[in-house]
C-alpha cells in the first residue's frame, strides 16, 4: 500500500519531534527555499555553517544546502552522522574544478601558496593550504606576506575581485558559479534606472563590470548586515534570490528587488542545485539517517588542515 503524502504542516511537525528524538541540528544556507530556511536551527553563509558544525554538540548535522557543505562539515566533525536532503545537490564552481586537473594545476607553479574557494570538494581541499569563503578571503589574503605567490581556485570572478582590492597577481584557477556568472548587465542597469532610489548589492562570485557598478561588493551574510544597517529603502540584490527571505525577514519595511539573469523568463536567479532540497526530503532524510555523507579519511585528513586554516584566521 502506497504511503499517505504527509502536508506541510504535517511534514514540519514531524520533522521537530525527530529532531528532538535524534538530537538532530537542522543548517540551511541563505540560497535554500524559504520552508526550508523557516524550519532551520541555524541559517548562514558557508563559513557561517563551517563554524556552526564545529561547534554543535548534536548527534546528528542536517546539511541544507549542496554537497560539499554536507563534506566540510563531515570533515570537521567525522564522529557525527551527518546528512543532506539529496546527494544530487551539487555545485557548478564545485564541479568545474577537478580535483587530478587542480592538482596539475598547482604543480606548474611551484612555489605557491594554494588558497581554494570553500565550493570546492574535500579531494580539492586536499591539494589547499588555506581554504576561504567569499566573507573572509580579504582579510585571509591581506595576512599572507605581501611577496607571497598565490594560486587562487576555483572562482576567477571571486580571484579578480581579491586581486583588484588587495593589488595582488593571485594565479586564477579558471572556474565560476553559474548562476553568479549569467546576471544581466543590461537589464540590472536599466532596473536601477526604474529605481533610482535603490542600492545594488553584488556578490563577488559576478563578473567585474556587476562589481563595479555595485554600492556594495560582498558575501551574503556581508550583504545583508549593510542592507540591515544602510539607510537606503529600496536594494537591487545581485546574488542567488533564496537570500531575499532572510532579507526581508530581518529588514520588514524595506524592498529588496531581485536582478535578473541572462534569457531568464522570470526577474530571478536561482540555483537549481540548492533548490532540490525540499521539506519532504528534510523529513526523509531525518526519518532515514540518510543520504549520509562519508569522507575517504585520508582525504579528510589533508583537507581539514585547510579549513582549520580558514577557522584560525577568520
Not at 207 to 236: N, Y
Amino acid at each position: 500500500m502506497k504511503e499517505a503524502k504527509l502536508t506541510s504542516e504535517e511534514l514540519r511537525r514531524e520533522i521537530e519531534r525527530l529532531k528532538r528524538e535524534k538530537n538532530a541540528v537542522i543548517m540551511a544556507h541563505y540560497y535554500q527555499r524559504d520552508e526550508i530556511q523557516e524550519i532551520a536551527d541555524q541559517i548562514g553563509d558557508s563559513l557561517a555553517l563551517a563554524q556552526l558544525a564545529a561547534q554543535t554538540d548534536a548527534d546528528v548535522i542536517v546539511m541544507c544546502g549542496v554537497h560539499f557543505m554536507g563534506e566540510t562539515a563531515k570533515i570537521l566533525c567525522p564522529q557525527k552522522k551527518v546528512i543532506v536532503p539529496d546527494l544530487e545537490a551539487g555545485c557548478s564552481l564545485a564541479n568545474s574544478c577537478d580535483p587530478e586537473e587542480f592538482r596539475k594545476f598547482i604543480e606548474q607553479h611551484p612555489g605557491h601558496t594554494v588558497v581554494s574557494y570553500v565550493n570546492t570538494s574535500a579531494a580539492v581541499k586536499a591539494h589547499t593550504d588555506i581554504v576561504v569563503t567569499s566573507g573572509n578571503a580579504k582579510k585571509i589574503i591581506d595576512s599572507l606576506p605581501k611577496d607571497e605567490k598565490i594560486i587562487f581556485g576555483p572562482d576567477k570572478n571571486l580571484g579578480g575581485y581579491i586581486n583588484a582590492t588587495t593589488g595582488r597577481e593571485m594565479v586564477l584557477w579558471d572556474g565560476a558559479c553559474h548562476v553568479h556568472d549569467r546576471f544581466d548587465l543590461e537589464a540590472i542597469v536599466e532596473l536601477k534606472k526604474q529605481n533610482p532610489q535603490a542600492k545594488i548589492l553584488v556578490h563577488p562570485e559576478c563578473r567585474k563590470p556587476l562589481q563595479l557598478i555595485a554600492d556594495k561588493v560582498g558575501s551574503t551574510a556581508v550583504l545583508l548586515k549593510f542592507a540591515q544597517e544602510d539607510e537606503a529603502q529600496e536594494f537591487i540584490v545581485v546574488t542567488e534570490s533564496g537570500i531575499l527571505f532572510e532579507m526581508q525577514r530581518k529588514c520588514p519595511n524595506k524592498r529588496f528587488i531581485p536582478a535578473p539573469a541572462q534569457d531568464a523568463e522570470c526577474q530571478c536567479n536561482v540555483c537549481e542545485y540548492m533548490r532540490m532540497n525540499t521539506l519532504e526530503k528534510v523529513y526523509l532524510a531525518l526519518r532515514d539517517g540518510q543520504p549520509e555523507i562519508e569522507v575517504d579519511p585520508e582525504i579528510a585528513a589533508k583537507a581539514v588542515r585547510s579549513i582549520n586554516r580558514m577557522l584560525e584566521l577568520s
